[in-house]
């Protein structure tokens, strides 16, 4: 066989080969990694929103999606807020927990962070971080306590303290908060977030 | 005319009497102001850090010389006390002795002796030593302590720059005033804090001539030029030249640390480049960064340019380009 | 054609050819994931996975692929191996999965693996090609569990997650950060030439 | 079905398209190198020493095949070595003579006195351009410029003060010959029977007083065998290495500084 | 504004090498000099912007609408190594000097993480076009920066009295660390 | 009146008081003189005489040969003892004829020149200058009659006369200037005359004010278009290069000559001994030398024959001091160590200097203070010139300019470090000069 021929002909069934094993593969493990990408989603939400049954998409966009939590009767009891943000060092993604009306905010997960651990990265840390976030006033916007207050006590209803010597991630969570608030807020007013229209599940 | 041993050697024979101890030393006298201002403002804490830093630094050194079996005598040359004393300098006074001492570990052998040692290492080993232990413990080293002076009780406690930085210092109207910057009565590494012991200290070298007078130069002009223009722009929200030159370690830095000859370049022009660059670098830093304070993190970087700089900017011999 | 013994085959991955200390070889991953033991870890076996079945399909097939499209082969062969990987890890190691980022699919380019196809499995037999890709493999492992284990012990004070250190350690965040990667690889080389040369003066 | 389908024509036309541009490539991109330079480099000792003129072994290897040099200018290869290039050339080698570096020096710490103090840079060469470190002005001047030149380790400082080659290790590359400032080295075929150790062109009783080991021109060597050795500028010269009778070395060797004669063992490693 | 942060960022604060540790072998076997080290890091930016074009379209025009997510490793490196391949032969035809230069090393842009591990990241953070190709260029370049800086001061070395064990790679890796240190103070730059 | 001068340079101490007010004094020819045939920049000169000849006062002895050679003359008469290599004050032996002295001085040539001077042609000073074996008495003993015939296409404008004598120490040139101000004149004029030269430009430095005084009084009753120039003290204010640059601006061209730029410069004891040697006929066979230094026990400055031991200088002005531990012939910037005091004196020594060394200070490494670099007159990197030299990267060195190094020893006086900076420069070209050699053999 000349040699070009061969060349063509043994990568092209290489390719062939490989295109076919992988689709197997791909196959095989598509809907598990689906289903471990949804669980996540999902676990974060039941955690930000206590009391969630079932779960459903609402609305989304890129860096923000919103999401229902449900009940046992299938009433939406909570918006679940799945938002991302540049921190100290790279992005930062965070589910927010809140009632219906967007005024209370229930509980806050970090998803995604790469900040510098033992500092940026205590905002996973529930004692000294995600603690503060619980049942807050988000009627307006939430703001930061700097230098941090001893206790939670001392901070107001619509006050989250800052980790010491992190402060610009804790800004930036504040930050990704706020906005990604702001912005589901005007949703809510526009009607994009009815919980009938857009049922995915 | 009896003795047959006459001195065998290269012309010239006579020589300035100046010599690598002698500017060494120099360079420690000039940092007697700022050390009495840092023993003033922290008391025990500042005696404890400076001798265990200079001491680990000597230890390091000569273990790395007996390592090397290289002559013992280069232990006395004072470069290493220099590095021991900035390095104490820049920490801040509440550092517990142990990290100070894998600080001072650090800045003598990955930041002077793994290069060959003295006037061979491309990075500032004081500065070496103090963005390992910034990196490796960023919360002990923004920890601040009030002056002894202050007589105060806070857990917490800001520099003057993380004041500006992360309080709103200028909105909340509790900018530190600049007459405290220059005196030394605020928080902060224990030799930054003193505005005046360390001018007096850095014009003590410049009339010497132990420094080159365009490091500081060129740092205080591009960093005032460039916090100039955004306070100009909006004094509301930016602090002014002063405040920055003041304030933090720029004066320890501009004077002691940029000026440091080995990791800076040898021409002219160079060191123009390299100075104007660490102002503007400040300038960035402080003002858009991570970071309330960027003097470090500037020179280490400029640093990494001095290769590059001496050799981009060769001056023209003379008659260099004239057709023959 | 190699001429050691087997044994021998295996062992000089460990030491003598060891694919990081001694050759240099695939620093991305060895800087990039070692900041948790069990990071490393992760990525020394997926590496392994990848070499072990590449080698063997690179051996087996050598006299089929003219000489000129072998490095393109050799990439489909490996980009296979290296999804199946992936995706495994993917699938059932979810966290695991997302630590590792994009340095999972970068075995692919991982310079110890091609080089070893071109190397070796392109000039060995299936069996020898095995062995070499095991021996390689464990000098791999190796590294990454020293490296790992230096970096996430001062790093955080604890090994594969269990706290080692004393409560009065405070730990060196530098190590798990990139500058400390470099700095811990470096003087990890220094010692192993260091080791080398005097083995090397004693012979 | 088309999620198997999608992917292995996926694949497949990849492979397809990649094998046709390397095809293209392989075609109309290529430069022709020759092979037998791979091959040749392969044979070379790999010293890269640079003795053959080129720079490095891979350039030399490039000169031999195309033909710009001979296989044996290489001084490092061995008499094997060149053969078997040369074979693979097929162009016949010249028979190699085995050579060996050699010092033309005795003026060890003790023979030579110190001119002075020495205050300058540590190399001969730098020595020597303020005149050197000895009262001789042609002798070996000890900072060692030949030892740290030779590329093969062949030569070491002796206790003495003076370098000696290590026979098993020369390769006759003459680096040692070009790096001595003072030109003490000089390559000789290894069976050379008899060698002038000293350079010096002082009078007789000015290198006496200099160096108890120097040539003071006496004449007892030129006399015992005036067809191969005479005396000019005050030092003895062999004219002609192949015309010295073996019976005349006794008497030669009656040189009252030993500044003539054999190697002894301590010039040799 | 956005695509200002993705460029100075590539640059300075994710840096290829010193942040994300792609591309080390270039990084280390060719910073000896800065000549070199110049041509690579053009070469790689080069490559890099063609890579950030090349995958985004076949991310965005196959992969994503067929589904096809898993074939995104194979399809990558074989595009992108048929890409340098090319480009390198072109290289070698037109500019010998050039080749030489880079040597051995041009075709090892073909396994560099740093080619990959950019066509990796821009899909894994969803970059449009544009985006992409400014992320490609920056991160080309910074690739560059930090090459050239370690050449500069690899030179610097060269006449230094670094000690016998440590020359080489190590003081490479050491430096290298600084540097990483010395950039860290850009982070938090882009917000 | 403004003082011109150079950028960068160095102050080092004067010392000149120790001889400044001595008037030149003779020194017997002694018993015995060596004469090298080779004392100037080129190629040795061929032995016109063999051991047992009996020569003359003024003879010649050595023949240049070729252009950049110059002829060598004896300085005594009496009897040739020996023809070979000895000791030379370079460093080096070279060979030397021997000559004993008969005390009689019996000159060689009995006829004066009985035509004006100034009514030679150019060729006619030039060839009585080659014949007179005169070299450049300021350093460099480059042959003079070369410098007298610019080639063609470089039409010279000016002549400086370079009375700077910047070197600490020395005062022989200064002493000439003050005793014979109208032979170095009329030199110069003649040399004006041999280069076509328009101008002549007499550059003293301004720690030599009297002698600038009585120059500027002199050069009144000269027809020649001249000026006499203060220059600042500042070293090395009389290197060549240097002085151009402060008199008129202008920059010889790396690798060049001061042709380049329309310039011819003469040391003034040159100008003299081409005086000497076209109105006399008289060959380079004396020159003034200073011996001094606070090793000599009474510094002077004196007339000596060339071929005189240093041993006989210096035993005239006292002999050394115990505690002399170094001996330099020329001055202390670029002066050439000595071991021996057996030596000759030779045409290019301005002086034999000795004093007691400081202890030598501990070398440290390069601590990149740039010290070299705001200080070298030629405004290279000397720093990175030495490592390059040191690490064996001579292209990299011959690239930064090594060979530019005019050797004046700036930077090393100012390195706190104490780096033989001069001797790596000097290593640097000397191994560039080797590789060409090696290169075009
Ligand atoms: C190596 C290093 C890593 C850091 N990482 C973070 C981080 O992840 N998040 C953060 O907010 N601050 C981080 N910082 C500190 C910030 O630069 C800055 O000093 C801090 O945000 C100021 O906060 P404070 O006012 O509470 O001290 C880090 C500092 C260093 C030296
Ligand atoms: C010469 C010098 C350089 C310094 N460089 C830095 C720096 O680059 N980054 C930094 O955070 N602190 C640096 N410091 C310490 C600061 O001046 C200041 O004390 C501290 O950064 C303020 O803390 P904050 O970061 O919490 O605001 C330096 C101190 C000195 C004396
Ligand atoms: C550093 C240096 C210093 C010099 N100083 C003098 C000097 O002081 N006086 C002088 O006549 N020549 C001095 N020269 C020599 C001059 O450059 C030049 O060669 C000389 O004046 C030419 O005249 P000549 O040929 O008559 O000697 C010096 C040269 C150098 C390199
Ligand atoms: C003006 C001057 C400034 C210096 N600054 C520093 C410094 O900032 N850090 C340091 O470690 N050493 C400093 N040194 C000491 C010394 O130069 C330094 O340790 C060298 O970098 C070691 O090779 C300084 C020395 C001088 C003369
Ligand atoms: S340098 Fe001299 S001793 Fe060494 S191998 Fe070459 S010829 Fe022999
Ligand atoms: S180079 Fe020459 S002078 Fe120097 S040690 Fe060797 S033989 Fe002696
Ligand atoms: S480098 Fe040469 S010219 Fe420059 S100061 Fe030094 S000796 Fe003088
Ligand atoms: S003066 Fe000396 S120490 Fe200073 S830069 Fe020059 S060589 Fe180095
Ligand atoms: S492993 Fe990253 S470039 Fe080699």
């Known amino acids: ?201 | 005319m009896t003795n047959n041993a006459f001195i065998l050697q290269s012309s010239p024979h006579f020589k300035d009497k100046d010599s690598v101890p002698k500017i060494m030393y120099a360079v420690i006298a000039s940092l007697v102001p700022a050390v009495a201002a840092s023993l003033y403002f922290f008391r025990f804490r500042a005696l404890v850090l400076l001798v265990s830093c200079v001491a680990t630094c000597l230890v390091t050194e000569a273990l790395f010389l007996w390592l090397r079996r290289k002559p013992l005598h280069s232990l006395f040359d004072g470069s290493a006390v220099i590095t021991g004393l900035l390095l104490a300098m820049t920490l801040p006074p509440s550092l517990s002795v142990e990290l100070a001492i894998i600080g001072a570990v650090m800045a003598i052998a990955i930041g002077k002796q793994v290069f060959g040692g003295l006037g061979y290492n491309i990075f500032n080993p004081a500065l070496v030593g103090r963005a390992f232990l910034q990196t490796a413990f960023p919360v002990a080293m923004t920890t601040w302590i009030p002056p002894a002076t202050l007589k105060i009780q806070t857990a917490t406690f800001a520099t003057p720059l993380g004041n500006l930085r992360f309080e709103d210092a200028i909105a909340r109207g509790t900018l530190t005033p600049l007459k405290d910057l220059f005196t030394g009565n605020v928080g902060g590494c224990l030799g930054e804090t003193s505005s005046f012991a360390l001018i007096l200290g850095g014009l003590y070298l410049l009339s010497r001539r132990v420094i080159d007078w365009r490091i500081p130069l060129g740092i205080l002009l591009s960093l005032t030029a460039f916090t100039g223009a955004f306070w100009l722009a909006n004094p509301e929200k930016y602090a002014s030249p002063l405040f920055h030159i003041l304030a933090g370690g720029l004066l320890i830095g501009a004077f002691f640390m940029a000026t440091d000859m080995v990791t800076s370049p040898i021409t002219p022009l160079g060191t123009w480049i390299y100075a104007l660059g660490i102002g503007i670098v400040i300038g960035l830093i402080r003002l858009f960064g991570g970071f309330a304070e960027g003097v470090m993190y500037s020179i280490l970087f400029m640093n990494a340019f001095v290769p590059l700089l001496n050799r981009y900017t060769r001056p023209r011999i003379l008659g260099e380009g004239r057709k023959a | ?203 | ?269 | ?191 | ?441």
């Open chain 6, 1 to 441: 009146m403004s003082t011109k001068t150079f950028p960068h340079g160095i102050h080092p101490p004067e010392f000149k008081d120790l001889t400044a007010d001595k008037g030149i004094e003779s020194l017997s020819p002694p018993e015995k003189v060596m004469i090298p045939l080779l004392q100037h920049f080129g190629k040795p000169a061929k032995p016109l005489v063999q051991k047992g000849d009996e020569v003359l006062l003024g003879q010649k002895i050595g023949e240049g040969q070729t252009l950049f050679s110059a002829s060598v003359h004896s300085s005594v008469s009496g009897k040739v003892i020996s023809v070979d290599n000895y000791d030379h004050p370079g460093g080096t032996p070279v060979p030397t004829v021997s000559i004993t002295n008969d005390g009689q001085d019996n000159p060689f040539s009995e006829k004066k020149e009985t035509k004006d001077p100034f009514s030679f042609s150019p060729e006619e000073i030039r060839q009585k200058v080659r014949e007179a074996g005169v070299v450049g008495m300021g350093g460099a003993a480059f042959p003079t009659a070369v410098k007298l015939s610019p080639p063609k296409d470089k039409p010279i404008e000016i002549l400086i006369i370079n009375g700077c004598e910047c070197e600490p120490l020395l005062t022989s040139d200064y002493r000439l200037m003050l005793e014979a101000p109208e032979d170095i004149l009329k030199g110069a004029e003649l040399a004006r005359i041999a280069t076509g030269a328009k101008r002549i430009i007499v550059g003293i430095e301004d720690n030599k004010k009297k002698a600038h005084e009585i120059f500027r009084e002199k050069i009144q009753s000269f027809d020649f278009d001249g000026e006499v120039a203060l220059l600042k003290t500042k070293y090395p204010q009389g290197a060549e290069k240097n002085l151009i640059y402060a008199l008129l601006r202008r920059q010889v061209p790396t690798g060049g000559l001061p042709f380049d730029v329309g310039v011819v410069v003469q040391n003034v004891g040159t100008a003299k001994a081409i005086w000497e040697a076209v109105s006399e006929g008289k060959p380079l066979y004396e020159r003034v030398i200073s011996v001094s230094g606070q090793g000599i026990n009474e510094p002077k400055n004196i007339l000596v024959r060339i071929g005189t031991p240093f041993k006989n200088a210096v035993e005239f002005c006292g002999g050394l001091k115990e505690d002399v531990d170094i001996l330099v012939m020329g001055g202390p910037m670029m002066g050439i160590v000595q071991w021996s005091l057996d030596v000759p004196v030779v045409k290019g020594t301005s002086g034999i200097l000795a004093w007691a060394a400081p202890r030598p200070g501990l070398e440290y490494p390069c601590i990149r203070c740039g010290r070299c670099v705001d200080n070298c007159p030629m405004t290279l990197v000397p720093t990175q010139l030495a490592r390059y030299v040191k690490f064996d990267d001579m292209s990299a060195a011959e690239k930064w300019g090594v060979q530019d190094c005019v050797e004046c020893g700036c930077c090393q006086y100012v390195c706190p470090s104490k780096i033989p900076l001069v001797h790596w420069m000097r290593v640097g070209k000397n191994r560039i000069i080797a590789l060409k050699q090696k290169k075009s053999a």
């Open chain 3, 1 to 203: 054609m190699s001429t050691k013994t087997i044994g021998q085959e295996f062992i000089k991955g460990l030491w003598d050819e060891n694919p990081v200390f001694r050759q240099l070889l695939g620093l991305c991953p060895t800087l990039a994931v070692t900041g948790a033991v069990i990071n490393g870890l992760a990525m020394g076996l997926a590496t392994t996975f990848v070499l072990i079945f590449s080698s063997l399909v690179v051996s087996s097939i050598k006299k089929l692929i003219p000489s000129q499209v072998r490095i393109a082969s050799y990439i489909i062969i490996i980009a296979t191996f290296v999804t199946v990987a992936d995706r495994f890890l993917a699938a059932f190691f979810p966290p695991i999965s997302k630590n590792l980022g994009p340095y999972v699919p970068l075995i692919v380019v991982n310079c110890i693996i091609l080089g070893r196809q071109e190397a070796f499995s392109s000039k060995n037999t299936v069996w020898r090609s095995l062995i070499d890709a095991l021996g390689m493999s464990a000098g791999f492992v190796l590294a990454m569990l020293v490296l790992s284990a230096i970096r996430e012990i001062l790093g955080a004070g604890t090994f594969l997650g269990y706290q080692v250190m004393g409560a009065w350690f405070e730990p060196w965040i530098i190590m798990i950060l990139p500058p400390g990667a470099f700095i811990t690889l470096g003087i990890l080389l220094a010692l192993a030439l260091h080791i080398e040369h005097r083995t090397k003066s004693r012979k």
């Open chain 4, 1 to 269: 079905m088309m999620e198997v389908f999608v992917p292995v024509i996926t694949m497949g036309i990849l492979g397809l398209l990649f094998s046709l541009g390397l095809v293209f490539a392989f075609r109309k991109l290529r430069v022709y190198e020759d092979p037998k330079i791979e091959e040749v480099s392969e044979m070379l000792p790999q010293a890269n020493c640079g003795a053959c003129g080129y720079a490095g072994c891979r350039a030399f290897a490039e000169a031999v095949v195309k033909g710009e040099t001979t296989p044996e200018s290489c001084p490092v290869s061995d008499a094997e070595g060149v053969k078997q290039i040369a074979e693979t050339l097929g162009v016949t080698a010249a028979e190699v003579v085995k050579k060996l570096a050699r010092l033309h020096c005795r003026g060890t710490h003790e023979a030579a006195k110190d001119r002075g103090t020495y205050l300058g840079i540590s190399t001969c060469d730098a020595s020597h351009l303020v005149g050197g470190n000895k009262q001789c002005s042609y002798g070996c001047l000890h900072f060692g410029d030949c030892v740290r030149a030779c590329p093969f380790d062949a030569l070491y400082m002796s206790e003495e003060g003076l370098p000696v080659v290590i026979e098993d290790k020369c390769t006759a590359c003459g680096k040692c010959v070009e790096a001595c400032p003072r030109n003490l080295f000089e390559l000789h075929p290894i069976s050379q029977g008899i060698i002038v150790f000293c350079r010096s062109l002082d009078r007789g009783p000015v290198s006496r007083k200099v160096c108890k080991n120097a040539c003071i021109a006496c004449g007892i060597c030129a006399r015992a065998c005036p067809e191969a050795i005479i005396i000019e500028n005050n030092l003895a010269i062999i004219t002609d290495y192949k015309k010295i009778d073996p019976e005349k070395i006794p008497e030669i060797e009656k040189c009252p500084t030993d500044s003539i004669g054999r190697l002894k063992k301590e010039d040799e490693g």
């Open chain 1, 1 to 201: 066989m000349k040699l070009s021929v061969r060349m063509v002909v043994v990568l092209t069934s290489i390719g062939l080969l490989s295109g076919s094993f992988l689709a197997t593969v791909g196959h095989l493990t598509k809907e598990r990694i689906a289903l471990n990408k949804q669980r996540e989603i999902e676990e974060a939400i039941i955690q930000v929103i206590p009391g969630t049954v079932s779960t459903q998409k609402l609305y989304e966009e890129r860096d923000l999606s919103v999401y229902g939590g449900k009940d046992e009767q299938g009433t939406v009891i909570g918006f679940a807020i799945h938002a991302s943000g540049i921190g100290f060092q790279d992005r930062i993604t965070l589910m927010l927990g809140t009632n219906t009306s967007l005024e209370r905010t229930n509980r806050l997960a970090i998803l995604d962070q790469k900040e510098t651990p033992g500092l940026g990265a205590k905002i996973t840390d529930a004692e000294s971080f995600l603690q503060y976030w619980e049942n807050r006033d988000c009627s307006g916007a939430i703001s930061l306590r700097k230098p941090a207050a001893r206790s939670a006590e001392e901070l107001l209803p619509s006050e989250i303290n800052t980790i010491t010597g992190a402060t610009i991630s804790s800004e930036a969570v504040l930050g990704i908060v706020n906005s990604s608030l702001e912005h589901t807020r005007r949703l809510l007013k526009e009607g994009k977030l009815s919980s009938e229209a857009q049922d995915v599940n």
């Open chain 5, 1 to 191: 504004m956005e695509l200002v942060a993705i460029f100075i960022s590539a640059i300075l604060i994710n840096n290829f090498v010193l942040y994300y540790f792609l591309g080390i072998c270039p990084f280390l076997g060719v910073s000896k000099k800065i000549d070199s080290a110049f041509s690579m890091g053009l070469a790689v930016t080069f490559v890099m912007t063609i890579t950030a074009v090349v995958s985004w379209v076949i991310n965005h025009w196959i992969l994503i609408p067929h589904e096809l997510d898993y074939l995104k490793i194979v399809s990558f490196i074989l595009v992108i190594a048929s890409l340098v391949q090319l480009v390198e032969m072109f290289i070698r035809k037109i500019s010998p000097p050039l080749y030489q230069a880079l040597g051995i090393y041009l075709p090892l842009i073909t396994t560099n993480c740093a080619i990959m591990g950019l066509a990796l990241l821009a899909a894994l953070r969803d970059y449009g076009f544009v985006e992409a190709v400014i992320f490609g260029f920056g991160s080309g370049l910074g690739f560059t920066l930090a090459i050239i800086i370690m050449a500069g001061i690899r030179e610097q070395l060269d006449l230094a009295e670094v000690p016998e064990p440590l020359k080489g790679a190590v003081i490479a890796l050491i430096v290298a660390g600084i540097l990483a240190l010395a950039f860290n103070g850009f982070i938090g730059m882009i917000k």
